[in-house]
């Protein structure tokens, strides 16, 4: 079935249902050109090693995904007839459907990937965003803490000027002094979050008061 698969161009995924796509490309008797999309920037170095063209880590940034076009544009010699247009058009179709599972934190020349369902909280603070996880690791991202907001699912909550939870944490609320609330969640030492004064009425529409 793959040994006559035959195709300019391929994105391709390295972590696929029944093998990797490096197991695949094995199977196909003419090879074309790859540009691998991964969530798992350990396979860099691998990927190369297999002569692709480019190397995108998930979630794709749009100025990563037009480089990698850029590169197919001025390969040197005789280069497959690809429609571009249309291959971006499919791309972005493909992207637009995909869920995102992750916020990407930039480190060094890596990306680093934390899972939303790892999330405990978000606290900014000196110009950085903290990300606490469960497994008791905390990541500093150079974003604000809106940006980092908008890149998070709905169940993620702004419950102080400072600070986002992830309601899935959530272990208890306590009232508090000051039309505020104690939030216990559940991560490494329990963390308590005391809620801002203006974020009330969100708690109350939470917990359905």
Known sequence: MYRNFKSDIIFLDIQLPDFNGF?????IKIQPIVVFTTAYDQFALEAFKENSLDYLVKPIEQNRFDLAIEKIKNLNGPSPKIDIEALIAIFERQKGSRTVTALPIKSGQKILLVRFSEI???KSEEGYVSIFTKSGKEYLSELKLHQVENKLPDNFLRVQRSIII???MILEIYRY???RYIISLNGPGNPKITT????AHIIRKYINL
């Open 23 to 27: 197991e695949l490309l094995s199977k």
């Open 196 to 199: 801002g004064t203006s974020y």
């Open 177 to 179: 002094f000051n039309n």
């Open 166 to 168: 992830n309601t899935d």
């Open 120 to 122: 405990v909280y978000c």
